[in-house]
C-alpha cells in the first residue's frame, strides 16, 4: 500500500512563524465586507443537523489577515483544528519556554464563533524541537508529561476545546510500530503514558490517537484496531481514534471506510475523520473535479452512515493554503475552495451529502454603480445606481447605510427590486453615507457599489430648537421578558413628533442603542433574556428633527422567568443488532423562555446492558440510571434550541429491550 503513502516532512528543528497577530484583530470579524461564500446552507447548519461537527484545520496567518478566510471559516464551520498552531514546536521551542499566541488565536476564534477545538497534537515525531528528541529515556519521559500537563492544563477549563490528538502517526505502513525517536529511547510505553498524563490534565477531554492511510482495512488500520482495543482494556484512556484521509484521486477511494469506522465503533470508541483532503495531480480539470467531488461525498456518506463518528475536518479549505503543493509538486488543488476563496465541485458535493441543496450557481451579480442621492430633504433621501448583470438573474439589492461622514457600520436599511430607493425616517441636518450591493437568484451577492455621502436638511421649518428633555423615566412592571417605561413629556416650539427609547446592555458600561420609538410618553420593550440587566433612556424628536437631550437613566432587571430553564428529551434508536444498539440523535430542547448553560438527561437501561460507546454527552452509569451531562461544547441552548448525542449499548443476545424513561433537567 505504499503509493497510499503520505509523506511526512522531516521534523523541523526551527520554530514555526507564529504570526504576531492581537487577538482583537484576530476577532475582529467585518460583516459586509466579504461577499459570503456561497449561496448554499452553511455546512455547519447541515452537519449540525444530522448530530456531527463539519471542521477545518486553520493557519494562525489568514484567519488573522484575511477577510475572506475569516468569512467562509466562521460562516461555513463549527470545528477547528489547529493546523501547525499547537504543535510541540509551537507551543515549547525549548524546554520549559513556552509560547501561546497562535494556539491562543485559534481558541479565541473558535469562541468568538461558537465552535468547538481539536488539539493538535501533543506526542508525534515530526515538528518536535532537537532538545526533546535528543534526550534520554527518564528525561524524555518527563519533558512528555511536562508538555501533556502544561499545554492540555491550560485549555482543561476552557469550553471550546473540547479534545485531543494524544499521539499522532505511530504505525509505519506494514502494522509495525514507527521506529520514531519515541519509540526508539522509550518503547511502546511511551503511548499508554501520553494518555494517561493528558486524562491526568483535563479528565473531560476526549482523547484520540491519529494516523493516515487507516481508512481502510489494511495491515496498518488493524494494527491500530489492535492497539485501541488493548489499550482499552488496559483501561489506558483512549476515547477516539482520528482517520486523517489525506486521500488522492490517483489511488481510488477506500470502499471499506465505513465498514473499517464500523469496526472500530463497536469498541466503543468515538471515531472522527480528522484532515480530510482529496489530491488531484494538477491543473484541475473538470472531469478530475467531478471525481474529486465524489471522494469527498464518499467520505462523509462513511462518517453520516456510522453514529460514533463525530464529524469531519477538512485540512484548510482554500487550496491557497495547502500542505499539499509543498509535499507532492505536481499535486494539489485538494480541499473544497480555489485559491480565490471560490466554492468548487468538493464544496457543493460536500454540502450536498450533509443534506443540503446548492444550486451550483456561484458567480455573483457585477457591483452596481454610479450610486447618487438626490431629493434630499429633512428626513428623506432618494438613491439611485446603475444596475447589475448576472448570469442567473439580479433578484435584488441590498441597501446600507453607515452613520456619519466616516466610521461606524454599515448595515442594511431595506432592499429593493428595482435600481433606485428611498431612505425615509431621517434626522434632519444628519450625515449618512450608502452604498447597494447586488443579490442573485441563488444568494450570491456582488462586491459594494461607491459610497454617496447625504447630509439631510434642517427641516422645512428651519427649526432648530430642541424639545425639552423628558424627565422621570420610570419601569413597571418588568417580567422576565418585559418592562413599561413612562416618562414625563417634552415640550418644543414646533411640536414633539415622538421619542427614541435607547437602551445599554447591564448596569454600567456598553453602548446605548435605539430598541424603539414612541409617539406617546410610554413604551413596552418585549423581547428580554430572563436575570438580565438593562439601562433605558430616552430622548425626544420635533417634525424639524431636533432631538432633545437624553433623560435621567433607569436600570432594569428582568426576573428569573417563570417557565425559564426546562428541557425536554427525545431519544431514538438508529441502529440494533443481536446484542447491542445505538441511541442516536438523543435530542434535548430547551423549553423554557430563557437560555440555559447545561443540561442532564438520565435514563434507565435494562438489566444486563451496558454503555460502551458516548458521544456529544459525558455518560455516568449507577445501577441501571445512566446520568448523561452535556458536554462543553453543547451545554448552552438559547429558547427552544436544541442539540443531540448519542450512545451505544451492550446488551445480552437476544435481548431486544432499549434504554428508556428518558427524562431531561436543568440546573
Ligand atoms: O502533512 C500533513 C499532515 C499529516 N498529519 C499531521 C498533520 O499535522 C500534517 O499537517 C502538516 C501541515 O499541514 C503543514 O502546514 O504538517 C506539516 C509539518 O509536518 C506542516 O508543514 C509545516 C512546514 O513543513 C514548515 O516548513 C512550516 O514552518 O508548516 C510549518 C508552519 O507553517
Redesign the pocket.
Known amino acids: 500500500m505504499t503509493q497510499h503513502r503520505?509523506h511526512?516532512?522531516k521534523t523541523?528543528r526551527r520554530l514555526?512563524?507564529l504570526a504576531a497577530v492581537s487577538l482583537v484583530s484576530a476577532l475582529a470579524v467585518p460583516l459586509l465586507s466579504a461577499t459570503p461564500a456561497t449561496a448554499a446552507t452553511p455546512l455547519r447548519t447541515l452537519a449540525a443537523a444530522k448530530g456531527k461537527f463539519i471542521g477545518f484545520?486553520g493557519a494562525t496567518g489568514p484567519l488573522a489577515d484575511e477577510a475572506a478566510y475569516r468569512t467562509i471559516a466562521q460562516t461555513e464551520f463549527n470545528q477547528i483544528t489547529a493546523?501547525?498552531a499547537m504543535?510541540w514546536e509551537s507551543t515549547e521551542p525549548s524546554d520549559n519556554n513556552y509560547t501561546w499566541s497562535g494556539a491562543d488565536q485559534i481558541v479565541a476564534f473558535a469562541a468568538a464563533n461558537n465552535q468547538q477545538v481539536h488539539g493538535?497534537?501533543l506526542v508525534w515525531h515530526?515538528?518536535t524541537p532537537g532538545w526533546v528528541q535528543g534526550l534520554g529515556a527518564t528525561a524524555m519521559r518527563t519533558a512528555m508529561q511536562d508538555h501533556i500537563a502544561t499545554v492540555v492544563g491550560r485549555y482543561a477549563n476552557n469550553a471550546s476545546l473540547v479534545s485531543w490528538d494524544v499521539v499522532?502517526?505511530v504505525f509505519d505502513e506494514n502494522g509495525g510500530f514507527r521506529t520514531s525517536f519515541w519509540y526508539n529511547t522509550l518503547g511502546q510505553s511511551f503511548i499508554a503514558d501520553a494518555f494517561r498524563y493528558a486524562r491526568a490534565a483535563d479528565p473531560n477531554a476526549k482523547l484520540c490517537i491519529n494516523d493516515?492511510n487507516v481508512e481502510g482495512i489494511n495491515a496498518k488500520s488493524t494494527a491500530m484496531y489492535n492497539l485501541v482495543q488493548s489499550l482499552r482494556a488496559q483501561n489506558v484512556p483512549v476515547d477516539c481514534v482520528g482517520f486523517?484521509s489525506?486521500l488522492a484521486t490517483q489511488y481510488g477511494f477506500p470502499g471499506d471506510m465505513r465498514q473499517n469506522l464500523e469496526r472500530f465503533a463497536a469498541l466503543g470508541v468515538e471515531v472522527r475523520i480528522t484532515?480530510l483532503d482529496i489530491r488531484i495531480q494538477t491543473p484541475r480539470t473538470s472531469a478530475k473535479d467531478t471525481t474529486q467531488a465524489t471522494y469527498y461525498t464518499n467520505a462523509v456518506n462513511a462518517c453520516l452512515a456510522v453514529p460514533a463518528c463525530s464529524g469531519i475536518t477538512i485540512?484548510g479549505f482554500t487550496d491557497k493554503y495547502s500542505?499539499v503543493p509543498?509535499?507532492f509538486p505536481s499535486e494539489g488543488a485538494a480541499l473544497l475552495y480555489d485559491e480565490n476563496y471560490q466554492p468548487k465541485p468538493a464544496y457543493t458535493a460536500v454540502n450536498t451529502a450533509l443534506g443540503g441543496s446548492p444550486t451550483g450557481d456561484t458567480q455573483a451579480p457585477t457591483t452596481p454603480s454610479s450610486l447618487a442621492a438626490s431629493g434630499v430633504t429633512s428626513s428623506s433621501v432618494n438613491l439611485s445606481w446603475t444596475a447589475s448583470t448576472d448570469n442567473v438573474g439580479v433578484a435584488g439589492y441590498d441597501i446600507l447605510r453607515a452613520p456619519g461622514t466616516s466610521g461606524g457600520t454599515f448595515a442594511s436599511v431595506g432592499t429593493s427590486t428595482t435600481a433606485s430607493f428611498s431612505n425615509t425616517g431621517l434626522s434632519a441636518n444628519t450625515s449618512y453615507r450608502y452604498q447597494v450591493r447586488a443579490r442573485d437568484a441563488a444568494g450570491n451577492t456582488s462586491a459594494v457599489s461607491n459610497t454617496v455621502t447625504v447630509t439631510t436638511t434642517g427641516g422645512g421649518t428651519g427649526d432648530t430648537q430642541a424639545p425639552s428633555t423628558p424627565s422621570s423615566l420610570a419601569a413597571a412592571g418588568t417580567t422576565s421578558s418585559s418592562t413599561n417605561l413612562t416618562w414625563t413629556a417634552s415640550t418644543d416650539n414646533v411640536g414633539v413628533t415622538g421619542y427614541d427609547i435607547l437602551r445599554a446592555p447591564g448596569t454600567s458600561g456598553g453602548t446605548f442603542t435605539s430598541v424603539g420609538t414612541s409617539t406617546t410618553t410610554s413604551f413596552s420593550n418585549t423581547g428580554l433574556s430572563a436575570n438580565t440587566s438593562y439601562r433605558y433612556q430616552v430622548r425626544a424628536r420635533d417634525a424639524a428633527g431636533n432631538v432633545s437631550a437624553v433623560s435621567n437613566t433607569v436600570t432594569v432587571t428582568t426576573t428569573g422567568g417563570g417557565t425559564g430553564g426546562g428541557c425536554s428529551v427525545t431519544a431514538t434508536v438508529q441502529t440494533q443488532w443481536n446484542n447491542g444498539y445505538v441511541m442516536q440523535p438523543v435530542t434535548v430542547t430547551n423549553t423554557g423562555t430563557s437560555a440555559i448553560s447545561s443540561w442532564t438527561v438520565t435514563f434507565t437501561l435494562p438489566s444486563g446492558h451496558a454503555v460502551t460507546g458516548q458521544w456529544n454527552a459525558v455518560l455516568t452509569t449507577g445501577g441501571q440510571t445512566v446520568t448523561a451531562k452535556n458536554a462543553p461544547h453543547n451545554g448552552a441552548l438559547a429558547p427552544s434550541a436544541s442539540t443531540t448525542f448519542g450512545f451505544q449499548a451492550s446488551r445480552p443476545n437476544g435481548d431486544t429491550a432499549t434504554a428508556g424513561t428518558f427524562t431531561c433537567t436543568t440546573p
Open positions: 503520505v511526512v516532512p523541523r514555526a512563524a484545520a493546523e501547525n504543535k493538535h497534537t515530526s515538528q499522532n502517526e493516515y486523517q489525506h484532515e485540512w500542505w509543498d509535499t
